[in-house]
């Protein structure tokens, strides 16, 4: 067995067993918990840094026979590429900092035991998924995810909103796996085996390899948030916020776009499955960036941008560039976790999520205005930040798939991709610019807004997100950057947040990329006035008056920016309702029908049993009554034949 073998076996292996144990503990647990957790996960990293190194450019596979079904295979098999170890370093980096963190972050949960056994298991199912080399090891990650993600949106009880979240997740999640499991389930009865090889080397047939293609996309589409299967992304925000962090950054919403860089040769034969995800990535870029300009809510601001930004790396696959997609995704981990802790610094330090009610934060508050400003400046795209490389990035690979017809896509997709990504670039800035200058610029609001409840906001997840067990809904102290155990992990996640950029000296994305002087307006001119005009326009609204917000300047579009285009509301009217209807109707035909005839199978047997004892006590022994009844049923028979053959 070979030391990438070893690895690669180690990275789900370790945080899974770890989980497990942690599974187990009582839970006031809390060292223990603190221990395994943050152990399983710094293994994992040292194992996923190990793998880069011992790969050294180069791909490996090794796999052994687990079960076979007359000739259908499916094996143990891993399948690693320098990609993969990549994706391994930024999952594992992103939970071992969401661990750490919350260990302060819930310091006086009583529950915090099965939290970090979940969030471990949570880091093993997406482990699996990056190292799998076979589709039903990958599922099994896949689905492990569903479930963990369950658990953790809904672990903060006294949150009225947060199990509804959680259920909200799990269905909207599972719609799209239905489709997931039956284009797995295409894909391995063709090609005859199930390992990612093997389907990568079939011969499809053209209409076969299109339907499975888009069958695999609904389930990208419900893990990492396209629409229309987006609207559970923004109601996670009930879970604590380290979890926000770990879903949104690395985990579960990178998910489906990592599988589908995986796949991406068989896409590259199916355009037609490629122009649905163009369509479906510039949707979901535009939709969540509107819907993050109006939002008071600082962690939903930052849940629609990961929406947006998933768009971006959608939009890089559908114009024929996985590598793009890569790293944005990488990025977007670093920039986005980072965004995420530190937004929890602030909820801390202010008893609030809301925007409305902070204010003032940068003097009290240096390091976490520092490290959120380093964040969103990446998020923006300013150069020579991450975001601005690897999302501008995905403009150049857009409008060469436009203009000059590279790769599978056809023409129209890339023009679509790259003004949906332009508009989007003016966007950001202005909601990142918002964020900004609402939370810590100005003068501080919190003493004259009231301390937010669910009762006070009509969106969810907005109640107070405090450590579990503090109390409820009560103004903290003095604001102040937050102790050791919560600055740490958001301080060193600046550093991937503003050096990542420099990854595009290496290949292969400096060669993904194309950069070179005929790029030089998509990449540089035409986005830098984009975000400088969007900047600059929330700065000049934010500057007219530093105490009202940027977002009234929407005027009668708010509303609407706000409720998402209140798409939420539409698929509760249009499918929820129907769906309770039609289960409230299957309930009353069970009761009528099948109970009433099971019900009244019984009375008639009870009936007839009486009636047999009537004669019995009439001095007809039983034997009697048994054969002059049988003689009555075979001769009922009897005649129902004959008139049959008549």
Known sequence: MSAVTVLAGLLPAVPFGLALVGLLLPQRSRTGAAALGIGGAAVALAAAIGLVVALDGRGAEASADWVDFGGLSVTLSLRLDPAAALVAVAVAAVALAVQVYSVGYLHDDDRYAPYAAQVSLFTAAMLLVVVAGDLIMLLVGWEVMGICSYLLIGHDRRLPEAPGAAVKAFLVTRVGDVGFLLGIVVLGVHAGSFRISD????????????AACLLLLAGVAGKSAQFPLHTWLPDAMAGPTPIS???????????????????????EQAPVALAVLGVMAAVTLLLGALAATAQDDIKRVLAWSTVSQLGYMAGALAVGSPPAALFHLLSHAAFKALLFLAAGAVIHAVGSN???????????????????????????????????WSKDGILVVAEQAARHHAGPTAAWVGW?????????????AWYATRLLLRTFFGASRAQTHPVDTPAAHASPASAIDAPAGSPAHTPPGPPHDPPGLLRWPVVLLAVPSAALGLAVLVTPFRDALALDETHLDSFVVIPMALLLAGAGLAWWRWRADPAADPATGLGPLRPAFARAFWLDEAQHALVVRPVRALGRLIRRGDEGLVDGAVEGTGRGTAGLGGGMELLHRGGMPRAVVAVLGGALLLGLAAVLTLGGVA
Not at 199 to 210: E, I, R, S
Not at 245 to 267: D, K, Q
Not at 363 to 380: E, K, Q
Not at 416 to 428: D, H, Q, R
Request: hydrophobic content about 60%.
């Open 354 to 388: 809301l925007m409305s009610a902070m204010g003032g934060l940068r003097r009290p508050m240096p390091v976490t205005f520092w490290c959120t400003a380093i964040g969103l400046a990446a998020l923006a795209g300013v150069p020579p930040l991450a975001g601005f």
């Open 245 to 267: 962090a770990l879903i949104h950054a690395a985990t579960m919403v990178a998910a489906g776009i990592y599988v589908l860089t995986r796949l991406f040769p068989l896409y």
């Open 199 to 210: 389907v990568l080397a079939h011969d499809f047939g053209p209409g076969t390899l299109t």
């Open 416 to 428: 679509l991709v790259w003004l949906a990504g332009l508009v989007g670039v003016g966007l950001t």
